[in-house]
């Protein structure tokens, strides 16, 4: 199983950044997917999540009209547009998947261990 994101890199604040993940091992179609990322000094936070046919969509109130999450089944990769970025979105991007979806976007704090398939991060940074 292996989860790869890239797309990360540093930009300015109001900047774009497009994340992409590509997974192989697994059934990516049956799965629900997500973005979590990681703050320096901070716990997880979720950031958004798709379901398995890419209809359902969530967002964390943070980033809510301004990052868009997508899905590929055929290709087997998920995405997260990432517009008019703030200093506050700098952190480590996990692409995750397998978890129980109405606990994760409940808005509790999440864990690692809330994912069974979890990525390697892309570092994400905004500033001028």
């Known amino acids: 199983v292996q989860l790869v994101e890239s797309g990360g890199g540093l930009v300015q604040p109001g900047g774009s950044l497009r994340l992409s993940c590509a997974t192989s091992?697994?059934?990516?179609?049956?799965?629900?997917m997500a973005w979590v990322r990681q703050a320096p000094g901070k716990g997880p936070e979720w950031v958004s999540a798709?379901?398995?046919?890419?209809?359902?969509?969530k967002y964390a109130d943070s980033v809510k009209g301004r990052f868009t999450i997508s899905r590929d089944n055929a290709k087997s990769i998920v995405t997260l547009q990432m517009d008019m970025m703030k200093p506050e979105d700098t952190g480590v991007y996990y692409c995750?998947?397998?978890?129980?979806?109405?606990?994760?976007?409940?808005?509790?704090?999440?864990?690692?261990?809330?994912?069974?398939?979890w990525g390697h991060g892309t570092q994400v940074t905004v500033s001028s």
């Open positions: 798709i379901n398995s046919g890419g209809v359902i969509k």
């Open positions: 091992g697994f059934n990516f179609r049956n799965y629900d």
């Open positions: 995750a998947g397998d978890f129980h979806w109405y606990e994760v976007i409940s808005g509790r704090p999440v864990q690692r261990t809330d994912f069974d398939l």
